[in-house]
């Protein structure tokens, strides 16, 4: 299969947007972008990989190994074809893949054993044709990390699972990028949950997104059932250029 030029833009699809368990509105975190075959995340909106599929392998990287963001490699055997199946690679952080193959794939759960491979992150990977991704650590129950993505004409970072402020060590990570996907799990009157689960209040995430400079907000990994759009139109106040995500939308970057 060939690749679009790196100069035009370049297509990120949201497969899913939400946290904890799935809705109709809603599947869990899982992000594409399939012009070069790139997947962040496995949450339950991997069934729909299939429909953007444009690449003749796929290189899927976990933020970390809760299921909701590790159910839909499970799906793999049924949305990708053998040939493609063959050529996906799994990147994550050791002992989180370490536990996706013992729990996950063990014969009680689930009989079928993966044909695609697990590698290991251990340092920035390359991405076509002359990107890098590189990772940062989250603070989350179990661990987590962050990713940026890197071309010569444009960044993208993919913040979910922590809890987000005006300080957060991650920061400089993610200063400047072009589209920042972040998440939003809670509404402001539930930032004590917040901070005790591992995740973050809208307000915290509009502050961050006003120190650090993304271009565009874009929020994910959001409560399935509660509408924040109230919230978030508010929020626009302290950082203009947000919006909440939805599952099938597409951004150009």
């Known amino acids: 299969m060939r690749y679009r030029s790196v100069s035009a833009p370049m297509k990120l699809v949201l497969l899913g947007t939400g946290g904890y368990y799935p809705t109709p509105h809603r599947q869990t975190a899982c992000v ?24 003749d392998h796929l290189d899927i990287f976990l933020t970390h190994a ?4 590790i159910a839909g490699l ?7 074809p053998p040939e493609v199946l063959a050529q996906t690679t799994i990147h994550g952080e050791a002992a989180k893949l370490n536990a996706v193959q013992d729990h996950l794939f063990a014969d009680a759960i689930f009989p079928v054993a993966p044909t695609f491979k697990f590698k290991p992150l251990d340092g920035p990977r390359a991405l076509h044709p002359t990107g890098r991704l590189t990772y940062f650590p989250l603070a989350h129950p179990g661990g987590s990390i962050g990713f940026r993505l890197d ?8 913040v979910t699972d ?12 993610i200063r400047g990028v072009d589209l920042l996907l972040h998440e939003a799990y809670f509404a402001d009157d539930s930032q004590n949950m917040a901070a005790k689960t591992g995740h973050s209040a809208l307000s915290a995430v509009a502050l961050l997104a006003s120190e650090v400079q993304p271009r565009q907000l874009v929020l ?5 059932v509660r509408d924040i759009d109230a919230e978030v139109q508010l929020m626009k106040q302290v950082f203009p250029n947000m919006c909440l995500a939805k599952d099938g939308e597409e951004f150009e970057f």
Do not use: C, F, K
């Open 32 to 55: 594409m972008l399939p012009e070069i075959g790139v997947v962040l995340d496995a949450g339950t909106g991997m069934y729909r990989l299939g429909d953007y599929l444009q690449t």
């Open 162 to 173: 922590t809890t987000a402020t005006t300080n957060s060590p991650y920061a400089d990570a």
């Open 220 to 224: 994910v990994h959001l409560d399935p």
């Open 151 to 158: 071309w010569p004409d444009r960044s993208l970072a993919y």
């Open 66 to 69: 809760h299921l909701d963001h």
């Open 74 to 80: 499970t799906y793999l055997i049924n949305i990708l």
